[in-house]
Structure formats: C-alpha cells, structure tokens
C-alpha cells in the first residue's frame, strides 16, 4: 500500500553511538537504516532506545536516516540503481515484490526460520514478503480496514453492527430512514481498497497465478459477484450520493469527522485520529469486522511496511541482528502501540486482540483472521498507478458499464500490464 503522504521534509540523519561489548565487530562501520518519516510522531526517543540495544548487543553503531514517504520510491529505485542502497530499509508492503524480482533484496527466509519468527509472522504480511516461495520482507507492521459505525447512532436505534451482507442491507436501510440527514454507507469510487474486500468476500480473487505467470480474475463470476454488490448499494439501493463516486479515502474519513456518515469500512489508524481532531467523537464511534455474504469475515487488505535487508550490505549478518531485534516482543510493540498501527507478529496482535478495546479488537481480529494482500507481483504496482480498479468502479457507479462489462475491460487491461 502506497502510505498516506506525509508532509515532505529533508531527509534527515540520526547517528546513534554508544559504547559496549558484543560479537560484530564495530570497526566494519555503521549499520545504516533507512525508515519512512512520520508513520511514528514519536520515533527519535525509540530509535535512541533501539540504537543503544543495537551497541549493547553487537558492538557496532545505528545510522537512521528519514525519508519522506512521497519520494522513496525513486529514492530506493535512484539508489539501487546507483549501488548506494542502505544496509536495511523500511520497504512498503507493495514494494518489496518489485525489489525481490530486481535482485536487490536478500533472502530472510532461513534467517527467519532459525529465529523461530516463521509461525508468528502475520500471513498476509508474510506473503506479501513472499516471492517465489522465499521470504524478503519481514513483517513489521500493517493496518487493516474495517467497519468503523457511529455507536449513538446505532444504539439510539436499537442496531447491531451487521454479520452479512443481508444485515448490512438491512441495517443501512434502517439508517436511511431513521437518519436522513446521514450517509448510511458511503460507496467510495476513488479507492481499490474497500472494493477488494467484496471482491474476496464474494470468493473472488483480483488475478491469480499459473507457473510464474499472472492472469486477471476480476471478471469472474464471483469477482462480479462482489462488484455488482457493493455498487448496487449506491446505484439500486441509494445508501451513497453521487458525490462519493469521487470520493478517496481522505474524503471519506473527513465526512465521516464531520458527522455525515453513519457507517463505512475504514483503517485502523481513523479512529485515534478522528477522535484526536474532533474530540466530541470520544465514546460515539465503534468497529466490527466486514461482514461476509452469509456470515463469517471478508478479507482486508493489510498495508504497511516490511523490513528488508539489502543484498549490497557488506554488513549481512549485522543487518539480521538489526532486523531480529526490530522484531522482538520489546520493540515491535512499542512502534505499533505508538504509530497506532499492528505489530507484524501474531502473538503481539493477539494480546492486543485479547485487551478487547472496542476500537481496536476488531481490527486485529480482521488482521489476524481474515487480512490479505494483493497480487504479489511487480507488474501490480503498474495496474495501481493507472487505478484500473477504481476506473472499472467509477464505471459502473455512473451507469456506464454493467459489473460485467467494466470488469471485463478492467481484465484486459490488467493482462496488458501481466504481459498477457
């Protein structure tokens, strides 16, 4: 998932020193890391922690460098192309396929696997790591989207939060007559994502693969299946104006701040954020996880970032013992509870699961049961530039196309991208 922009800054260094004993020898030079700025408010405390335990342990000193989310990109691409990559890097979830087929990531799949981490890690963060069967992303940490509702609205009406996508019908039915001046549940045009779950929900798949190669799946019947419902709750059923065919993410959340939305699939990271922008939400808002055609859980797509270690660091070794360490109990914990994010580990999303706050339960239920990714493929970075996806919804959201017709179109172009 290409993260949120976060307010683009000069990259900036932090050179942690600290004396102490330990196996690696700190005369190979500093272990030099790069991380994406502003995901953590709070990460320059944390990293002088993390770069103390780092001397303590291994002898050798932690270079963290910031880089701004909307350049990294061409920054990772500019620097492996110039041989001037980091010994390890933040990597969003979507990326570390393209760089693992580029060559530029090492394997951590034995490294893993020695570590005892293989069982832990989050499967969907796992195999969005995963190319080819070998592991070159470790999990971090990810959001996952949900129901997110307006607990006094429901309460006020005597709703529960729906278990299918019969209740949900049902339930924004009834907020559509009880709450007229309410969106009851705004269909997003702009944005893959909530769109993806009703696919998976239906049993569908965006592309699937065959021996190495990928193929387009959106227009399968219950690829279509999903579509055709969640577009049917804006065009049949009128629980979405037309204003929110446009809409992204960002307008979504900013209408549901302002009191104009009853209930939506949002990420995991809203809540804290519109409570923190608009404190009168405090104790008004509630989530549950999406609801599967007869019941059960639809898929989410888990988004965020993986660790990975870069295949020109000298410092191999040292790079792992940084990695492991970002991974323990202590550390991975602490950057989830402070980013408001979730730890890449599923014993570390169980406990939080376990503390049964109803504003993040759900959430890490929906990760941890039912989180998935999209096509581990570079070629799918490609069909998310040109939004192939929202195009085939805002199709269909303004009458253009049927389901089916503007899948189809979606499907070839998909392939064009697959090399089909």
């Known amino acids: 998932m290409r993260k949120r922009a976060i307010a683009v800054g000069a990259v900036l260094s932090l050179t942690l020193t600290a004396c102490g004993s330990g196996s690696s020898a700190a005369g190979d030079g500093a272990l030099t890391v790069w991380i994406m700025e502003g995901t953590n408010p709070d990460s320059g405390p944390f990293f002088r922690d993390v770069g103390k335990e780092f001397t303590r342990r291994t002898g050798a000193d932690l270079r963290v460098q910031y880089v701004p989310w909307p350049d990294a990109h061409d920054k990772f691409t500019k620097a492996m192309a110039g041989g001037t990559t980091p010994d390890v890097a933040e990597?969003?979830?979507?990326?570390?396929?393209?760089?693992?087929?580029?060559?530029?990531?090492?394997?951590?799949?034995?490294?893993?696997?020695?570590?005892?981490?293989?069982?832990?890690?989050?499967?969907?963060?796992?195999?969005?790591?995963?190319?080819?069967?070998?592991?070159?992303?470790?999990?971090?940490?990810?959001?996952?989207?949900?129901?997110?509702?307006?607990?006094?609205?429901?309460?006020?009406?005597?709703?529960?939060?729906?278990?299918?996508?019969?209740?949900?019908?049902?339930?924004?039915?009834?907020?559509?007559?009880?709450?007229?001046?309410?969106?009851?549940?705004?269909v997003v045009g702009d944005n893959e994502y909530i769109l993806d779950s009703f696919i998976w929900g239906a049993g569908g798949d965006l592309a699937t693969e065959s021996g190495g190669s990928w193929k387009a799946a959106v227009n399968s019947a219950d690829a279509v299946r999903g579509l055709s419902f969640y577009t049917a709750l804006a065009t049949k059923d009128g629980f979405s104006p037309k204003a929110a065919h446009t809409w992204n993410e960002a307008d979504l959340v900013d209408n549901f701040q302002a009191g104009r939305v009853a209930m939506t699939v949002s990420g995991s990271w809203t809540p804290a954020a519109i409570t923190q922008r608009s404190p009168e939400m405090e104790g008004k808002l509630a989530a549950a996880p999406i609801p599967g055609p007869d019941g059960g859980l639809s898929p989410s797509f888990l988004g965020g970032s993986h660790l990975g270690v870069f295949q020109e660091s000298p410092?191999?070794?040292?790079?792992?013992?940084?990695?492991?360490?970002?991974?323990?109990?202590?550390?991975?914990?602490?950057?989830?509870?402070?980013?408001?994010?979730?730890?890449?580990?599923?014993?570390?999303?169980?406990?939080?699961?376990?503390?049964?706050?109803?504003?993040?339960?759900?959430?890490?239920?929906?990760?941890?049961?039912?989180?998935?990714t999209v096509p581990v493929t570079p070629a799918y970075g490609e069909i998310q530039g040109k939004k192939t996806l929202a195009q085939m919804l805002q199709s269909v959201l303004a009458g253009k196309q049927s389901a089916q017709q503007a899948a189809d179109a979606a499907a070839a172009d998909m392939d064009k991208s697959f090399g089909n």
Do not use: C, N
Request: charged fraction near 30%; hydrophobic fraction near 40%; charge should be negative.
């Open 315 to 372: 410092r191999r070794e040292l790079a792992w013992e940084f990695v492991e360490l970002m991974s323990s109990s202590r550390f991975a914990a602490r950057w989830a509870e402070q980013s408001g994010y979730f730890a890449g580990r599923r014993s570390l999303v169980e406990k939080v699961r376990e503390q049964g706050d109803p504003l993040v339960a759900p959430f890490a239920r929906q990760m941890t049961e039912a989180g998935r």
């Open 91 to 186: 990597i969003g979830t979507t990326w570390t396929a393209e760089f693992a087929d580029a060559g530029a990531l090492a394997d951590l799949t034995d490294d893993v696997e020695g570590a005892g981490l293989d069982e832990d890690l989050v499967p969907g963060l796992r195999e969005a790591g995963t190319l080819d069967g070998r592991l070159y992303g470790m999990p971090w940490y990810a959001g996952v989207r949900a129901l997110l509702y307006r607990k006094d609205v429901f309460d006020k009406h005597g709703l529960d939060a729906p278990g299918s996508w019969k209740e949900l019908r049902a339930v924004a039915a009834r907020l559509k007559a009880e709450e007229p001046d309410m969106i009851p549940f705004p």
